[in-house]
């Protein structure tokens, strides 16, 4: 126990710490400027009456939950599995070739990364311009659907994390087992959903909580591309936390919708150790 002290230690005052000062925030009228900031008073659950009391909280919330929803448990978890299953069956220039194609969008910068896919989205874009040549119509997709055109840069931004941990789960699976099932007369689409999934089922499931946990808190994308707008249609939960706490100064109020974040990341790994649990059992 002593040997880890030190790491229990610095855990409580740089992890805990912070928590522990968030919930105490969030049940006060901090604040930057103004009364809060002079004479911190405890206010009790008035910070999330006040938020469940407001339409754009509300908003924000289904939008944060359509944005996961989209953009990682159907788009990166679905295609980071296509991916594993197509490299996996591919030669090898073609593995190193969408390899290198998809970490190369995970490690770009945000900010980088928000820009390229803001022109890519553009009125004026690469996207437009391809749609133009086949005859059909664009749109500002930055405009008129900025959760879709945001959801669909948070996928082709992560969808390498998705690939690497089925390639990782997909090598563990003795290839004798799929042989066998082949010559029982499965088809490709039977041994996947009845031989290959069944048994990488616990990385889908740890997949899908990393995965989750990260869409949930994304902020510099979002924030890079559209900035919430028009209007509050691209708003999720960390931009209207960051529009609370810092352009309006309500810290105490900020930190109420940090912990309602907190909460939702907390149903949503619950539901998926769940799973991991079934599936041990």
């Not at 086949?134 to 948070?154: E, F, H, K, M, T």
Request: proline share 4%; hydrophobic share 55%.
């Amino acid at each position: 126990m002593l040997p880890l002290s030190p790491a229990i230690g610095l855990m409580l005052v740089f992890l805990a710490g912070p928590i522990l000062y968030c919930v105490y925030a969030a049940f006060t009228n901090m604040a930057l400027t103004g009364t809060g900031a002079a004479n911190v008073k405890f206010v009790g659950v008035d910070n999330f009456r006040k938020a469940f009391g407001s339409g754009a909280f509300t908003n924000a919330i289904w939008l944060t939950l359509v944005f996961t929803l989209i953009s990682a448990i159907i788009g990166q978890n679905t295609l980071g599995l296509g991916l594993a299953l197509l490299m996996r069956k591919s030669t090898k220039l073609v593995r190193n070739f969408v390899g290198t194609a998809v970490i190369g969008a995970w490690v770009l910068p945000e900010v980088v990364a928000a820009y390229l896919l803001s022109a890519f989205f553009n009125d004026d874009g690469t996207l437009n311009v391809m749609l133009h040549a086949v005859g059909l119509p664009g749109q500002d997709w930055l405009y008129a659907a900025p959760i879709i055109a945001v959801s669909l840069a948070n996928i082709w931004r992560g969808t390498a994390f998705s690939m690497l941990v089925y390639s990782a789960a997909l090598s563990e699976i003795p290839k004798e087992i799929e042989e066998s099932a082949e010559m029982d007369g499965a088809g490709g689409w039977r041994r996947l959903a009845f031989v290959t999934l069944p048994m990488i089922t616990r990385a889908i499931m740890t997949n899908l909580m990393l995965i989750t946990l990260q869409t949930l808190s994304v902020f510099g994308l979002i924030f890079a591309m559209t900035r919430g707008g028009p209007g509050t249609k691209s708003q999720t939960l960390p931009l209207y936390m960051y529009e609370q706490a810092f352009s309006f100064s309500q810290i105490g109020y900020g930190t109420a919708i940090a912990l309602v974040m907190l909460a939702i990341g907390a149903v949503f790994s619950l539901i998926y150790l769940r799973g991991l649990n079934s599936e041990a059992a």
